[in-house]
């Protein structure tokens, strides 16, 4: 298990660029596939996009993809999503999400840990 903790959220106007950090706390980060999902007010929560352990594969979903990108750094315990040309259609909460295992899975309910959130809201 490990503990998450989600910043970076805010207010901004489509087009603008934002960047969210997930802190996260134990040992068990480096052996982790994390994960962004966002959950907009009424909808289920959808995948983001993944990294596996070590960074070297990634995968975004197609709603985000070419726009939004997911890093990490292992020796700062912290995954990054960095998020541009953003869209009215992206406003949510973003939730870290961690599993134990290799594969970057689509699903919320493979992931044990998740932070509390924080919440992204883009005008047009």
């Known amino acids: 298990q490990v503990q998450l903790v989600e910043s970076g959220g805010g207010l901004v106007q489509a087009g603008d660029s934002l960047r969210l950090s997930c802190a996260a706390s134990?040992?068990?980060?480096?052996?982790?596939?994390m994960a962004w999902f966002r959950q907009a007010p009424g909808k289920e929560r959808d995948f983001v996009a993944g990294?596996?352990?070590?960074?070297?594969?990634?995968y975004a979903g197609d709603s985000v993809k070419g726009r939004f990108t997911i890093s990490r750094d292992n020796a700062k315990n912290t995954v990054y999503l960095q998020m541009n040309s953003l869209k009215p259609e992206d406003t949510a909460d973003y939730y870290c999400?961690?599993?134990?295992?290799?594969?970057?899975?689509?699903?919320?309910?493979?992931?044990?840990?998740w932070g509390q959130g924080t919440q992204v809201t883009v005008s047009s």
């Open positions: 134990g040992r068990a980060f480096t052996t982790s596939v």
């Open positions: 990294v596996t352990r070590n960074g070297d594969n990634r």
């Open positions: 999400a961690a599993r134990q295992g290799t594969s970057i899975l689509t699903v919320p309910s493979p992931y044990g840990s």
